[in-house]
């Protein structure tokens, strides 16, 4: 081990103090406030331009015949996919007893839960009329009418609210014991008691010990199959629709690996300035940004190897529309900036992270993480919007453009998501303690 | 319930008092620690928990449940002609069954550490004791149930110290 996962050796009192501390004694930067300010205003927006669309119908935004799905689809799976990240982190590496995942699976976690907000938005605004989506959940109506479960839109209500709750029980279980540890050490009265209800009266007994160990075993096993199956059922939306560029097989591990790639990317993103903001470089070290780094080359490649799989398949089918849609509409078709930005951005960059170099610099992690999720969202412009621009008869082609609306949906997402995030940086203690001092404890043992 | 804790600053002392008091014949004990503790389930002679087994029970039951709803609303309440595929399609019913199989698995989990562990109280007892919240910052304590039959005021506080606790604390509960 070249490089440690804690650096120094902190005693609990320590890691107590420095990782509950930024609870309450927070600072009131300039930084701080613009990031305040700017997320809040676009979340603002965000309710203004869904006000407008439930208000008027999805007629504002740019869907048209051919491309019915575009970007209320795009952005759902761009924020679904960046969730996949937290769970692959918290449940997966926890399973596969990955010591490095400590200091930021919270962090991750709640990355996981702010992006399934954002994700589970878009599905229900473009329903048309959202406020009928109890449709599609089985209840007995005086109509004697079911929903359809063998529809792909069932399958997804039942994913994503499975996802969201999994995940909501998996990060609150792990943060009750540092809940009490706030109840007890917080400054004020207020923060004790507020703290103190969401910490259940956990006393940290032996007894509550040996529980939440198995169910936390439990929860990571369960998430690690869910994880993997969010994105398969996410991807056969698409898989079972006979639509030229979509009818693969390749599709359910191509998604999946694709949403691990972007997720890290998140990861770096968010990682990166709170480590700086917070002064977390001797719990969030360059050995964690490292390992970020080898996985998202990781998966780009599997990402890479997937396109490579969906030209090879396009060639083979002689299929006249495959082959069209791949090697004339996607390069050349309308537009094609987007479908280049993507092969640019999720292939060559994470080609850097071959080099240790790359690997090591902030600057250079934290351009490629932003250039990752703007390639993966140009991804699932090109599936969605290339493909439905393209289809059997010319005479249903037409090109796609979004609508002010549209973006301004999409920029309130990443600002309500940030605004979200910041509160969580803010009031809830975004480095696991109890793990921290379980990780100091084993290192302690190892050396003495 | 009467009790008596007694607080501990190293993790291996601590552990090596647990078996101290076990070894003189205490059998009811309890212990609080800021993080779980490797080998402490062993040295309190601890039994595994089952609650995986009952997410696993829970589990299975939800995603049968949720094949026989689906069977329930689109092979015999509902049936709809969609392109002629059959009524009754098990593939595409896998979906939602394996969801409900892990949503109730993962209630199970979570809320069976509620029931088990007796948490949602509030208050407990123990938070009467002075400087208990060193629990759950960097110190481990260890009670002693006064319904056991080694319990003596004296001379279990003595065992405490004796095993290297550096605070010992009595909870006289009204009542009991």
């Known amino acids: 081990m070249d490089q440690a996962l804690l650096i120094g050796s902190p005693t609990h009192a320590q890691l107590n103090t420095q990782l509950l501390e930024p609870t309450w004694m927070y600072r009131r930067g300039r930084g701080w406030l613009v990031a305040f300010g700017v997320s ?4 603002l927006m965000l309710a203004v331009c869904v006000t407008y669309t439930v208000a008027t119908g999805i007629g504002v935004w740019g869907n048209n015949i051919p491309v019915g799905w575009a970007f209320g689809i795009i952005n759902f799976v761009w924020w679904i996919g960046i969730g996949h990240a937290g769970t692959f982190i918290s449940a997966i590496l926890y399973l596969l007893e990955q010591r490095w995942r400590n200091s930021i699976s919270r962090f991750a976690e709640a990355m ?32 004697g009418v079911w929903p359809n479960v063998r529809s792909a839109l069932p399958w997804d209500a039942a994913a994503i609210t499975t996802y969201f709750t999994v995940s909501l029980l998996f990060w609150f279980i792990g943060l009750v014991p540092d809940l009490a540890s706030l ?9 004790r008691i507020v703290y103190g209800l969401f910490a259940l009266g956990w006393r940290g007994d032996a007894t509550s010990w040996r529980h939440y160990r198995a169910a936390y075993l439990v929860l990571a096993g369960l998430a690690t199959p869910l994880v993997l199956s969010v994105h398969s059922i996410v991807s056969s939306d698409f898989a079972i629709g006979l639509t030229p560029g979509w009818h693969s097989t390749i599709f359910p591990p191509f998604f999946v690996a694709g949403a691990i790639f972007s997720g890290f990317a998140m990861v770096l993103t968010l990682v990166i300035p709170v480590r700086r903001v917070f002064r977390m470089h001797n719990v969030i070290t360059l050995r964690h940004l490292e390992n970020a780094a080898k996985l998202l080359l990781v998966t780009g490649m599997i990402v890479s190897y997937g396109y490579a799989i969906e030209y090879f398949m396009a060639w083979y089918s002689g299929e006249r529309s495959e082959i069209y849609q791949f090697f004339h509409a996607r390069p050349f078709g309308p537009r094609h900036t987007i479908f280049w930005l993507m092969m640019i951005c999720n292939v060559l960059v994470p080609q850097a992270f071959w080099w240790r170099r790359a690997r090591r610099s902030i600057p250079w992690l934290f351009a490629a993480s932003l250039l990752i999720n703007l390639g993966m969202w140009s991804e699932r ?6 493909s439905l621009q393209r289809e059997y008869l010319p005479s249903k082609w037409q090109a796609y453009t979004p609508t002010w609306v549209d973006l301004g949906i999409l920029a309130g997402t ?10 969580f940086l803010r009031y809830v203690p975004f480095v696991s303690v109890t793990e921290m001092k379980e990780l100091a404890h084993e290192q302690r043992e190892v050396h003495s | 319930m009467n009790r008596m804790l007694g607080e501990y600053a190293d993790a291996d002392a601590f552990l090596r008092a647990i078996a101290a008091l076990r070894s003189k014949g205490y059998a ?11 080998g402490l389930d062993e040295a309190l002679g601890a039994p595994r928990s089952r609650l995986a087994r009952a997410a696993f029970v829970v589990g299975i039951a939800a995603a ?18 969609v392109g002629g595929r059959p009524p009754h399609f098990p593939l595409a019913f896998v979906p939602i069954t394996f969801e409900m199989g892990v949503l109730f698995a993962a209630f199970t989990a979570f809320f069976g550490v509620l029931a088990l562990g007796r948490l949602l109280r509030l208050w407990h007892p123990i938070f009467e004791v002075e400087r208990i919240e060193s629990a759950t910052s ?23 110290r004796q095993t290297g606790a550096g605070h010992v604390a009595l909870i006289e509960e009204v009542g009991s």
């Open chain 1, 112 to 143: 996981t839960l702010f992006a399934v907000m954002q994700a589970g938005l878009f599905p229900l605004l473009h329903l048309g009329r959202p406020w009928f989506a109890y449709w599609l959940f089985p209840y007995p109506s005086v109509m």
């Open chain 1, 381 to 386: 412009f090109v599936i969605i919007v290339q």
């Open chain 1, 40 to 43: 809040g205003a676009l979340t």
């Open chain 2, 64 to 81: 049968a449940g949720a094949y026989g709803l689906q069977w329930l609303v689109d092979a015999y309440l509902y049936p709809l002609d």
């Open chain 2, 28 to 38: 009811r004990l309890e212990a609080y620690t800021p993080y779980p503790l490797h």
């Open chain 1, 414 to 423: 990443i600002g309500f998501f940030s605004f979200l995030f910041l509160l």
């Open chain 1, 183 to 191: 109840r007890d050490h917080a400054p004020t009265r207020t923060r």
């Open chain 2, 138 to 160: 960097d110190h481990f304590w260890l009670e002693v149930a006064a319904a056991d039959r080694c319990f003596d005021v004296e001379r279990t506080a003595a065992d405490l």
